[in-house]
């Protein structure tokens, strides 16, 4: 299938792009799409690539009960696998609460595509439902963007969403794994987490912000602060820069139109850009991205 073409599909939602693939998909009059066939629900599998990882219990329950009562009204997209069997492109939820319902077949539409394709789709459909939680929207996006070579704003485009968007829930990954699972879990919000990117000590503001129940302008503010030493009395204090370090800082400061602070040592250093909007962000992004 032609990249661009497949791009374009992509960036008019999930619907349209199921409709497009291989052949028509005519919908019910209930707007639902028809199912191509039945499958034994042994011979259908979930995609190993699927960003979605985490599935609530309660709606998975809730849908198990509906789906017992009223059968399957939306059919699961599949894919043929090379050994006959179907792998899962969108209606995972479905496929796992009809296995609790104990049903022995579900409803298939078949789109015979590419790695690539199953995991745009897999990620557009969890992204429009809100079923992602940010940090595997951010392992999908990475997975496209190293696997499939696309840019941050091919993604904005195909998802509907910014590329300040995109770009900052890609920051998660920077996080700690245990900030990010904190993320996962739903204790710490995406918002709280993108402060803590550059934070000195990421993990013992989180746990703070999630005792004290912290708003993220307090977070940041945090975040910018020197971190305390293990009694919380002392700060530490960076060391002094030489008059290079300064007239550089004022220079690329003046040439952004941002602060700029850098520090480097023996073994190498950081040079920090500070903003204070997703548009100064954009505008950093852009200007990096030039070449």
Known sequence: MNEDLSRKRLGRGLAALIGDLDKPAAPSPSGNLVADRTAPIEFVSPNPRNPRRSFAEDDLEDLTQSIREHGIVQPVVVRTMPDGRYEIIAGERRWRAAQRAGLTSVPIVI?????????????????????????????????????????????????GKSRSHVANTLRLLKLPDHVRSMVTDGSLSAGHARTLVTALDPAGLARRIVDEGLSVRQAESLAQQPVKQAHGTAERHAPEKDADTIAL??????????????????????????YSSLEQLDTICHRLQRN
Not at 113 to 138: G, S
Not at 143 to 156: F, P, V
Not at 255 to 272: E, F, M, N, P, W
């Open 111 to 159: 789109r015979d595509v590419t790695d690539r394709v199953a995991l745009e789709l897999a990620i557009i459909e969890n992204v429009q439902r809100a079923d992602l939680n940010p940090v595997e929207e951010a392992l999908g996006y990475q997975k496209l963007i190293d696997e499939h070579q696309y840019t941050q704003a091919d993604l904005g485009q195909v998802i």
């Open 249 to 274: 800082e004022k220079t690329l400061s003046d040439a952004l139109g941002l602060k700029v602070s850098i520090t480097h040592g023996q073994r190498g250093g950081d040079i920090r850009i500070r």
